[in-house]
């Protein structure tokens, strides 16, 4: 099936300083790849769509300078968060759909938990 | 505005007995229901539903869709702790993006 990879799964950081997450469809090609962010105990909150060779769209309320998106190949997205804070800490995961498949579920990477001290 | 409702939120029961999730939605241009199930990492793909009353089966779990009352309903039978989780309903927009419900959130003890 479907498998979509997420890199790192934890990282810690301090203040002020940048942190990439990256997001790949290891067998299918995904125009599209979407990001979530996660708060304990609650559901999934998408922050941006992420389109292969052309800017995201991002949800409201989600700054887009903060939270950088590139989605550089059929494969691989990254998210940048920038100048992170404590506040930024959270449980980030990236989806896709596999874009060669009619009706396809999107897969989930296994998230990553960042931690901003 | 397109919405998706779970219930309960949350649900404990013991092993061996049978669980009934709900999930009902609101959503334009509805083409499908997704149901997946998440423990301590990423929510992992359970079913797909575009069709009314055909039901979906895997395993001890099923799953079915109602279009005219715009609902789906996940059943576990015979719970085993390893069902432990939750449980998330979601249905794309219009744009492709992912509505989800709020989750339920299944205990079972052994």
């Known amino acids: 099936g479907a498998v979509v990879s997420q890199h790192p799964s934890r990282v810690i950081c301090k203040s002020g300083t940048s942190v990439k997450i990256e997001c790949r469809s290891l067998d299918f090609q995904a125009t599209t790849m979407f990001w979530y962010r996660q708060f304990p105990k609650k559901s999934l909150m998408l922050m941006a769509t992420?389109?292969?060779?052309?800017?995201?769209?991002?949800e409201q309320g989600v700054e887009k300078d903060k939270f950088l998106i590139n989605h550089a190949s059929l494969t691989l997205s990254t998210l940048t968060v920038t100048s992170a804070h404590p506040e930024d800490s959270s449980f980030y995961i990236c989806?896709?759909?596999?874009?060669?498949?009619?009706?396809?579920?999107?897969?989930f990477g296994n998230g990553t938990r960042l931690t901003v001290t | 505005e397109d919405k998706v409702v779970q219930s309960p939120l949350s649900l404990v029961v013991h092993e061996g007995d049978t669980v009934t999730l709900n999930c009902s939605y609101e959503v334009t241009n509805f083409r499908s229901l997704l149901w997946y199930k998440q423990e301590k990492k990423a929510p992992t793909f359970l079913f797909m539903l575009t069709s009314s009353g055909i039901e979906k089966k895997s395993g001890r779990l099923s799953s079915i869709l109602d279009k005219k009352e715009l609902f789906s309903i996940l059943n576990i039978t015979a719970t085993q702790t390893g069902d432990s989780a939750v449980y998330l309903c979601a249905a794309p927009s219009n744009t492709g993006k992912l509505i989800f419900g709020q989750g339920t959130t299944l205990q079972v003890k052994p």
């Open positions: 989806s896709a759909r596999d874009a060669g498949t009619v009706n396809s579920p999107l897969h």
């Open positions: 992420s389109n292969e060779g052309s800017k995201a769209t991002y």
